[in-house]
């Protein structure tokens, strides 16, 4: 029986690793960069966007207006924010993005959420490969993509939902 407390000991260190590495832990797993490294990406017709360590395209929601995140519960579920995993104090910058431009912001549960020119960042949880950038739409109207640069891109996306 002394296993048992070893394999205890394996399953404890592997719930804890996925609940610390943030959003990045529904998406299938990339050698390299954690999924707080931000990159510029590009999106046909639309240019650089950030998007997460692991290529997946980075939102912004309107009500957030350069402050705090207003998406929380079932908005959470569809839109997963860009979290640091505990312990990480800062996220990194990667090809593309401005260092400058990078934060965090405290969420009502404690964790941090990673902010671009002071916007919370968030996921979505239909785009299912990197590269996909199916959150930002006319029928979607509060989530937007934020270009490398800092700014809000509201050209329509190719490929993306039609309103």
Do not use: F
Not at 23 to 44: D, E, F, I, K, N
């Amino acid at each position: 029986m002394p296993a048992r407390p070893h394999l205890a000991a394996v399953l404890l260190a592997c719930t804890v690793a996925v609940a610390v590495t943030g959003c990045g832990a529904s998406r299938p797993a990339t050698a390299g960069s954690p999924a707080y490294q931000l990159r510029a990406r590009m999106v046909p017709g639309v240019g650089p966007v950030l998007a997460d360590g692991h290529g997946y395209t980075l939102y912004i929601y309107v009500p957030d207006h350069r402050g705090r995140s207003r998406c929380y519960g079932v908005c959470a579920q569809a839109w997963p924010p860009l979290t640091l995993p505990v312990g990480v104090g800062r996220p990194m910058a990667g090809p593309g993005v401005r260092t400058a431009l990078l934060g965090t912001v405290r969420r009502a549960d404690g964790a941090r959420q990673v902010t671009y020119n002071g916007w919370p960042l968030y996921l979505y949880e239909s785009d299912h490969e990197p590269g996909q950038a199916t959150g930002q739409a006319e029928d979607m109207g509060l989530w937007w993509l934020l270009s490398a640069s800092g700014a809000v891109d509201k050209r329509p996306v190719a490929g993306a939902a039609a309103g």
